[in-house]
């Protein structure tokens, strides 16, 4: 089992030994097939990752938008709303996984949270472990809270009417804040600066900013 610790070294130059160290999950075996409580005919599935995952899951937590995720810090278990699914993750490498058509279907959404945490633990490795208030962010993070520095003038470039409608679907995770072009202009810079001091790296990311 590894563990995230201050010791990682990137500076190896052995190419193998870095690239085990960017896969912290390699695989996910299926344990358990169950009927789904909520469609009738789709099924839900336990499954255990070849790691733990008490370390990664808070960096999982911070790479999808707040509308998509429950982080529960005090038990450092993490729900996940995609795929018109939920998918719950455990310290353990556990992981649930409910309304799903079949196996193969589940081999599929098991690949990409696969995929996922392994970008998370890259995450890790390049910002650090996140910190208090970066997770805390998830919770408080209101869409006023984004909104009100946004350039708020109802231009429709990033594809929404309204700064309004745009600020709810980054939330949701279906826009991205980098589609706001007009927010690049330099007498926006300090808004920028205030988005990335209330966001931290890590939702700065995950909601779309480059
Ligand atoms: S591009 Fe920016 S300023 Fe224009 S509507 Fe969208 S969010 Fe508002």
Redesign the pocket.
């Known amino acids: 089992m590894k563990h995230l610790g201050t010791n990682v070294d990137l500076t190896s130059k052995d190419e193998d030994k870095k690239s085990e160290r960017k896969a912290w999950v390699n695989c996910f075996e299926i344990k358990g097939v169950l009927p789904c409580f909520t469609t009738p005919g789709y099924i839900r599935i336990v499954a255990q990752a070849d790691n733990l995952l008490d370390e990664i899951i808070s960096i999982l937590a911070l790479k999808y938008p707040p509308g998509k995720v429950e982080y529960f810090e005090e038990l450092n278990e993490l729900t996940l709303k995609i795929h018109n699914r939920l998918i719950n993750l455990f310290p353990s490498g556990k992981i649930t996984m409910t309304n799903t058509k079949d196996l193969d279907e589940a081999r599929t959404v098991l690949e990409e949270i696969k995929n996922m945490i392994n970008e998370a633990y890259i995450d890790f490795l390049k910002y650090g472990k996140p910190k208090s208030e970066d997770l805390q962010a998830i919770k408080h993070l209101t869409w006023l809270n984004l909104y009100k520095y946004?350039?708020?003038?109802?231009?429709?470039?990033?594809g929404?009417a309204?700064?309004m409608a745009?600020t709810m679907n980054v939330l949701q995770g279906n826009a991205k804040l980098s589609q706001?072009?007009?927010?690049r202009d330099q007498k926006y810079s300090a808004n920028v600066e205030e988005i990335k001091k209330i966001l931290g790296p890590y939702l700065l990311q995950s909601l779309g900013w480059k």
């Open positions: 946004l350039p708020r003038t109802n231009c429709g470039a990033c929404y309204t700064c745009f706001c072009a007009p927010l």
